[in-house]
Antibody
């Protein structure tokens, strides 16, 4: 069964860059049937879609975050990554990686999430 | 700016039926938005419930069903149980590789 595991620093300073990695196990990351992406949840708030990447490298971002977000993929390592620049306290959140099934456009597999706090 | 709307909270009696909705500001939700629904309990990752409007995800009991009602997507829970008390989120595909989450509905069973 395919599993996703987020990793990265739990604390980032304001104005610096947040960097997270999601490792795929139990299945392939190279499939034309899926996007790989990130969702976040600020404390006590709802879920926010950040963006997706296709195994070809095509990327799609939330327009509200697009200027600060980069998602990349390394199929040889079975990993995809999130970079969020110029962070502020508003970027404090639980960050989830998720697989989106292309044909039905839904997020069918989720990681457990990793908490990132932006603070000096 | 397009916003996905959900009821902030809803209450249902044990054994009762409740319908949560998911709409768009200024336009109707259609099957082309591939509405999907997720259940989230505190401290847990979201769990897929319904996708492509009305298809139940693996292992989801048939007490949960999805549909389009009027101009909104809908999630209906029949025979509510105590452990259905959760936050429920809808997600809509907006085209161009863009997805939007609703603000979520906190469902109380009492």
């Amino acid at each position: 069964q395919l599993q996703l595991q987020e990793s990265g620093p739990g604390l980032v300073k304001p104005s610096e860059t947040l960097s997270l990695t999601c490792t795929v196990s139990g299945g392939s990351i190279s499939s034309s049937s899926y996007y790989w992406g990130w969702v976040r949840q600020s404390p006590g708030k709802g879920l926010e879609w950040i963006g997706n990447i296709y195994d070809s490298g095509s990327t799609y971002y939330n327009p509200s975050l697009k200027s600060r977000v980069t998602i990349s993929i390394d199929t040889s390592k079975k990993q995809f990554s999130l970079i969020l620049s110029s962070v502020t306290a508003a970027d404090t959140a639980i960050y989830y990686c998720a697989r989106t099934y292309y044909f039905y456009s839904y997020m069918d597999v989720w990681g457990k999430g990793t908490t990132v706090t932006v603070s000096s | 700016q397009t916003v996905v709307t959900q009821e902030p909270s809803f209450s249902v009696s044990p054994g009762g039926t409740v319908t949560l909705t998911c709409g768009l500001t200024s336009v109707s939700v259609s099957t082309s938005n591939y509405p999907s629904w997720y259940q989230q309990t505190p401290g847990q990752a979201p769990r897929p419930l319904i996708y492509s409007t009305n298809i139940r995800s693996s292992g989801v009991p048939d007490r949960f069903s999805g549909s389009i009602v009027g101009d909104k997507a809908a999630l209906t829970l029949a025979g509510a149980q105590a452990d259905d008390e959760s936050d429920y989120y809808c997600v809509l595909y907006m085209g161009g590789g863009i997805w939007l989450f609703g603000g979520g509905t906190k469902l109380t069973v009492l």
